[in-house]
Antibody, heavy 120, light 110 residues
Framework: EVQLVESGGGLVQPGGSLRLSCAAS????????MHWVRQAPGKGLVWVSR????????SYADSVKGRFTISRDNANNSLYLQMNSLRAEDTAVYYC?????????????WGQGTMVTVSS | QSVLTQAPSASGTPGQRVTISCSGG????????VNWYQQLPGTAPKLLIY???QRPSGVPDRFSGSKSGTSASLAISGLQSEDEADYYC???????????FGGGTKLTVL
């Protein structure tokens, strides 16, 4: 079964850091572009970041640029999001997402999400 | 800042056809493909339409997508109660070098 499972969410104080992980299974992880998408409580979807298959290229939303870092470990089928200098507005469910093989910006597989709460 | 604009809500009765629109600009919808996602209450989003009009396997042909210029549309025919969900359009933006989602449209089946 094709699956993405996020972990690492939790409660963190403003200015703190958190590292999200995403374990991929059921497909050849190293050949796919991967993304992070977030959704604040009761709000819409917001794209956060993407990384290409061999980690040579990354992109970030302006709202997280300079604070978040996306990375991957193809040997261990894992995707990561290092989040630093966290703010209250970063509070959201964070989804690990796969870009489809033919249309990299079409997200065909989604994880169940992990909740990040930034609060004192 | 480039944005994709959707009406916040839409509604229809069972069996009806409804259309959800997504308005963008030259750096996103005009230049790139549009994808649509369905998010049922309490669940992760699901890819509904990709490459403007194509359906992933398993998506009923009641769902169709189209694009013209800087706008895109999602049409749902033969509306069913289980179609009640939030629908989002999305497209890459060349100016931002990032992906944009529309604000989402909440579809209510009356």
């Amino acid at each position: 079964e094709v699956q993405l499972v996020e972990s690492g969410g939790g409660l963190v104080q403003p200015g703190g850091s958190l590292r999200l992980s995403c374990a991929a299974s059921g497909f050849t992880f190293r050949t796919y572009w991967m993304h992070w998408v977030r959704q604040a409580p009761g709000k819409g979807l917001v794209w956060v970041s993407r990384i290409n298959s061999d980690e040579s290229s990354t992109s970030y939303a302006d709202s997280v640029k300079g604070r978040f870092t996306i990375s991957r470990d193809n040997a261990n089928n894992s995707l990561y999001l290092q989040m630093n200098s966290l703010r209250a507005e970063d509070t959201a469910v964070y989804y690990c997402v796969r870009g489809s093989s033919s249309w990299r910006n079409a997200f065909d597989i989604w994880g169940q999400g992990t909740m990040v709460t930034v609060s004192s | 800042q480039s944005v994709l604009t959707q009406a916040p809500s839409a509604s229809g009765t069972p069996g009806q056809r409804v259309t959800i629109s997504c308005s963008g600009g030259s750096s996103n919808i005009r230049s790139n493909t549009v994808n649509w996602y369905q998010q049922l209450p309490g669940t992760a989003p699901k890819l509904l339409i990709y490459n403007n009009y194509q359906r992933p396997s398993g998506v009923p042909d009641r769902f169709s997508g189209s694009k013209s210029g800087t706008s895109a549309s999602l049409a749902i025919s033969g509306l069913q109660s289980e179609d009640e969900a939030d629908y989002y359009c999305a497209a890459w933006d060349d100016s931002l070098n990032g992906l944009l989602f529309g604000g989402g449209t909440k579809l209510t089946v009356l």
